[in-house]
């Protein structure tokens, strides 16, 4: 049974026939490489010019180059992992006023895959016997007591299936600072019943990690930074960006303008992680096989994979939405597309079984984000840009990358 929920996780079998056929047919030497033509540079864990870091390189090409130039990207960079081995290719510049390549160390804002990163360290807070998923946010927050929104528990806010809080949190509240944010949720009234109704919401899911930081009596950045991310050995993600990383800290762009993300209410929590594409693919690797992380780290990550609810195709998890692999292409843009909609869900009494994909997108104002990675077929792929652009190029440009490491472990 699940330690967290009773519930089996989807982590049971990651060395599939898959995965070993992958390695048997990719001998991995650890080094670097590097390809300058067409204005980009690329690095990977292989020895320069071997087949196996030409073929992904072309994969990842065939992907993005035309999603760079359809979207006038300044900058990407793109991580894939296969069967445990981490690769990088960079793009472009991280700064087009000082023409900065991206390169290995090149920090990006990763939007609302920082909810991944919040519902780890939830369930982190679960692992360490400080808070519980069925508790409401009341016990933590005396001053929400006897409101509608303690009648929600704190896994109702981390799905996104409290009764409907919006998407943004609202200007004024913006406006008053973190006394308005527990005003605001005094106030609020649901549209729905807890747990029968999803609406994908900033609030609600900050307000989630905002009570596991207090359950582990920090703030919730220095929760993040003083605690998980060490576990986890992500030596470059950040809330906050150390100066010493300032000037790896790329420019996004929108309008042709460069601009980086607000602070707001509850930034932290729902759109804060700024991180190097390596690091975020050792995010994914740990996703994929967290057995060599410390107890309560490695509870934490089986965690975020158990699924709860249910809209059609889409299983909604911690942080992160789940698939059965493989999944059509018009499933998976379905499923993502149904953020801004207020959906019934089905609760689920355990994890859809058989392999699973999952997926996060995030977006700030200039930066555009996209992970997905099946930890059954160990393979995984991250997608970072300092541009904004649609969901939908971003999807299928990812789904096509894994479909091609997929394909070749068969």
Not at 132 to 157: S, V
């Amino acid at each position: 049974m699940h330690w967290l929920q009773r519930i089996p996780a989807t982590l049971s079998s990651l060395a599939t026939v898959a995965a070993a056929a992958l390695l048997a047919a990719c001998a991995l030497p650890a080094a670097a490489q590097s390809d300058k033509s067409a204005g980009a540079t690329g690095t990977s864990t292989d020895t320069p010019g071997t087949t196996e870091a030409a073929t992904l390189r072309a994969v990842v090409d065939a992907a993005i180059r035309p999603l760079i130039a359809k979207h006038d990207i300044p900058g990407m960079a793109v991580a894939v992992t296969v069967d445990g081995r981490a690769y990088v290719f960079n793009y472009g510049v991280a700064s087009r006023e000082t023409q900065r390549p991206v390169d290995d160390a090149t920090l990006f804002e990763v939007g609302s895959v920082s909810k991944t990163y919040n519902a780890t360290l939830a369930t982190y807070a679960v692992a360490r016997g400080k808070m519980a998923l069925d508790d409401h946010p009341g016990q933590y927050l005396p001053a929400l007591k006897g409101h509608r929104i303690d009648r929600a528990t704190l896994l109702q806010l981390g799905t996104y299936t409290a009764g409907g809080l919006p998407l943004q949190v609202p200007d004024e509240v913006e406006a008053q600072g973190d006394a308005g944010m527990l005003r605001y949720f005094q106030n609020w009234q649901p549209v729905a019943a807890p747990g029968e109704k999803r609406l994908y919401s900033n609030p609600s899911i900050g307000l989630f990690g905002h009570v596991a930081a207090v359950a582990l009596k920090r703030s919730f950045a220095d929760a993040m930074e003083s605690e998980l991310l060490p576990q986890l050995g992500l030596k470059h993600t950040h809330i906050r960006v150390p100066a010493g990383a300032m000037g790896d800290y790329a420019w996004g762009y929108r309008q042709d303008k460069p601009t980086r993300v607000n602070p707001g209410v509850l930034d932290a929590e729902a759109y804060g992680i700024k991180t190097t594409a390596g690091d975020l693919i050792r995010f994914v690797q740990l996703n994929i096989d967290p057995s060599g992380l410390p107890v309560a780290a490695r509870q934490a990550i089986e965690g975020t994979h158990v699924g709860y609810y249910e809209h059609g195709p889409m299983t909604q998890a911690l942080g992160w939405e789940q698939y059965a692999w493989p999944v059509a292409l018009d499933q998976l843009q379905a499923g993502n597309s149904i953020a801004r909609e207020l959906v019934p869900v089905k609760r689920l009494a355990k994890t859809p079984e058989g392999p699973r994909l999952f997926n996060k997108t995030g977006s700030t104002r200039g930066f555009g984000a996209y992970v997905l990675y099946v930890p059954e077929r160990r393979i995984g792929v991250v997608m970072l840009a300092n541009r904004f652009y649609p969901n939908e190029d971003r999807i299928s440009a990812g789904y096509e990358i894994l479909k091609r490491l997929d394909q070749r472990g068969k």
